[in-house]
Every structure is written in structure tokens, then in C-alpha cells.
């Protein structure tokens, strides 16, 4: 495969080339993927599951979560709000499905669940149909806060009680937010009740961002 060609690594080679047929990676895809390195993207997310979920569900959640996601394929500018990401993402929803990996199936966006009569809208719902468990995803514009995980284990509780049949998984929670702590991240999931992970995400991909450059020599520049 000429894509796989133009990787000079070996063990990354073999890498994409599993991956590609383990999922039935399309070509475009594929290409995605590897423009987007993902093999340093798998699995990264800061998570709880290894606190509340037995070790064999923990390691199967944690293949579900990537970090950062790239969503290089949306036509939104840095300073967007959040229901323009959220209407952005649906309104291509099959490069996100492809983006948030193998098995995920859309439910619906701003879902509404209630607790007597109190009304409560999940950003975006999913159904894994490989691991039989829901993902609820809820996005943020700007840096992580505590706040915003004691929020989505709200709305990953809900989907518990509400939604989830005895055939099925536990459900866990995943924050999109644009920038993080990691130790800060962990730091509070450690005092949840519910499985979430918390992930950045990117408009453009890894290299193209790497390569663009920070904000101090931007700043730097702007005082010269």
C-alpha cells in the first residue's frame, strides 16, 4: 500500500497496516490516521476506569479514547463556541465517527433526559456497538475545569439509570475541552463516581501544530 510505503519505520508500518484491517480502514481514513499520528494518539487520555471499572473493562474503555482528537476536517476558526463545535461535528458526522474510532454509532445531540421534571441535554450520545456500552460526550471551548467532569458524571449517571439495559456495559463519560493539566485532570477524576476521561482537542493536525509557532514567541514578536 503506497501510503504505508511512505512510512519509513518498520513497527509503524505493521502498525497501520493491523489497525487498517482490524477496523476496515477506508483508504481515506487510513490517511488520516497517519497524517493525524494516532498511533501516539491511542489510549492517551487521562481516565478513572482503572478505579471504578474491574481491570479487563478498564483496558477495553481506555481503547475507546484518543489524545488529542483531531478534527481537522471541520470548518471552524479558533474562538468558536460551543454548539458551532458541536453543530460542526454532526453535521459531518461520519468523519467524526471515523475520527473517534471504530464501533461507534451515533444516538443523538443534545439529548434530553429528565429528573423530576428537571431537564438535563447531553451534548453528543453514542452507542459502541463493539464493547455494548454508551459514550457520552460532553464539549467544552477552553481550559479544563472541575466543574465540568462533576457535570458529565451527572449526565453519565443518568444514562445508567435511564438508558442502559442489563446486556450492556457500564457507560462512560468523555470531555472534549481544548486545554488541559494532566496532573490537575487526574487529580479530579480521582474524586469521581463515574467512569469519564478528558481529552483535548485539536483543529489542525499534530505536525501542522508542532510546526506553527507558541504563543510566547508570538507574543515575543508583538512587543517587537
Not at 483496558?59 to 476558526?77: G, H, N, R, S
Request: glycine share 4%; with cysteine; charged share 25%.
Amino acid at each position: 500500500m503506497v501510503l504505508l510505503d511512505k512510512l519509513d519505520d518498520a513497527e509503524l508500518r505493521d502498525w497501520y497496516a493491523s489497525q487498517a484491517v482490524t477496523h476496515g480502514w477506508s483508504r481515506a481514513v487510513l490517511q488520516h490516521h497517519i497524517k493525524t499520528a494516532a498511533h501516539t494518539r491511542f489510549g492517551t487520555a487521562p481516565i478513572n476506569f482503572e478505579h471504578l471499572l474491574a481491570p479487563d473493562a478498564s483496558d477495553q474503555a481506555q481503547q475507546l479514547t484518543k489524545d488529542p482528537y483531531v478534527f481537522d476536517f471541520l470548518d471552524i476558526e479558533p474562538g468558536h463556541a460551543e454548539r458551532e463545535l458541536e453543530q460542526s461535528l454532526v453535521d459531518k458526522i461520519q468523519r467524526t465517527l471515523s475520527e473517534l474510532g471504530a464501533g461507534f454509532s451515533f444516538v443523538g445531540r443534545q439529548v434530553i433526559l429528565t429528573v423530576e421534571g428537571e431537564e438535563f441535554a447531553i451534548d453528543l450520545l453514542f452507542f459502541h456497538i463493539e464493547q455494548l456500552r454508551y459514550v457520552v460526550i460532553e464539549l467544552k471551548v477552553g481550559k479544563f475545569k472541575a466543574e465540568y467532569a462533576a457535570q458529565l458524571e451527572l449526565y453519565v449517571r443518568l444514562v445508567e439509570d435511564q438508558l442502559r439495559r442489563p446486556r450492556h456495559q457500564a457507560t462512560v463519560g468523555l470531555l472534549l475541552c481544548t486545554d488541559k493539566n494532566d496532573r490537575f485532570v487526574r487529580y479530579v477524576l480521582a474524586t469521581n463516581s463515574q467512569p469519564i476521561a478528558v481529552a483535548s482537542y485539536d483543529l489542525l493536525p499534530v505536525a501542522e501544530k508542532a510546526a506553527l509557532p507558541s504563543e510566547a514567541v508570538l507574543d515575543r514578536a508583538l512587543d517587537d
